[in-house]
C-alpha cells in the first residue's frame, strides 16, 4: 500500500485505522517518507514487529508490518540504504516464507526493478511474494491508453520470465483493466502496484480456481 508519506499524524491515524480494520496478517507499506530517527513514527498497535527501510531524508521508504495475531517471526532482512526495497524472511510452521517490498524510483523504474531482481535471485524461490509500487505498468492493459510497455519494461518481464516470476494479478485476470495511479501530465489512468510470485505456486492455484 502506497501511503504517500507518514510524517502527519492524521496520515498516520488514517494508515493505522486502515490496518484495524482489515486486519492483514502482514501490511507492506511503500513510500513512507520516514529516516531512521523516526522509529516511534512505525508503530501500529496490536502489531508485535514494523520492520523498515528508509534513507536520511524524507522520501522514498518502505516497511513490512506483522502482526501479533500471526507467529510468523522474522528471521534475516536484507534491504538498501535508501528506502527502496526490503526483504524479509520469515519462518512460519517451519516453512520459510519471503516477502519482497519494492517501491521503485520515478526515474527509471524497470531497470531498477530488473537489476534488484537479478541481485537477489539466489534469495528468490518458490516462497518468496514480491509487491510493491513498481511505479511502472507491466503490460499494456495496465495503462487506459493500451500504451505498448517499452524496452525496458520488456526486458523487466522477461528477466521476471527467467527466473520463473509471474505477475500474479495477470496469472489471474488476463483481460482485466484496473487502474489506482492519475497522471495529470499524460492525462492517463495506469495501475503500478503489482505483485509477483513463483509459477509454481501459481500455477496449482490456478487450476483449482
Request: proline share 4%; aromatic share 8%.
Amino acid at each position: 500500500m502506497n501511503v504517500n508519506g507518514l510524517n502527519a499524524p492524521l496520515k498516520r491515524y488514517k494508515t493505522a485505522e486502515w490496518i484495524r480494520t482489515h486486519q492483514p496478517i502482514i501490511c507492506c507499506l511503500q513510500e513512507t517518507h520516514l529516516t531512521h530517527e523516526d522509529s516511534h513514527k512505525r508503530k501500529v498497535k496490536k502489531w508485535k514487529e514494523t520492520l523498515h527501510a528508509n534513507g536520511h531524508q524524507n522520501r522514498a521508504g518502505v516497511a513490512v508490518v506483522i502482526s501479533e495475531e500471526t507467529n510468523l517471526k522474522a528471521t534475516a532482512v536484507n534491504k538498501d540504504k535508501e528506502g527502496h526495497y526490503i526483504m524479509v524472511k520469515s519462518l512460519v510452521q517451519w516453512k520459510t516464507i519471503t516477502i519482497l517490498n519494492i517501491y521503485a524510483p520515478n526515474t527509471g523504474p524497470p531497470k531498477f526493478i530488473k537489476q534488484l531482481l537479478t541481485d537477489l535471485r539466489n534469495e528468490i524461490d518458490n516462497n518468496t511474494i514480491t509487491v510493491g509500487d513498481f511505479s511502472t505498468p507491466l503490460t499494456a492493459l495496465d495503462r487506459s491508453s493500451r500504451q505498448k510497455v517499452n524496452k525496458e519494461t520488456m526486458d523487466l518481464n522477461y528477466t521476471s520470465e527467467q527466473i520463473d516470476l509471474t505477475d500474479t494479478y495477470r496469472t489471474f485476470r488476463p483481460t482485466t483493466a484496473e487502474y489506482i495511479f492519475y497522471s495529470t501530465v499524460h492525462g492517463t489512468f495506469s495501475k503500478t502496484y503489482h505483485m509477483i510470485g513463483h509459477k509454481t505456486k501459481l500455477k496449482p492455484a490456478r487450476e483449482e480456481g
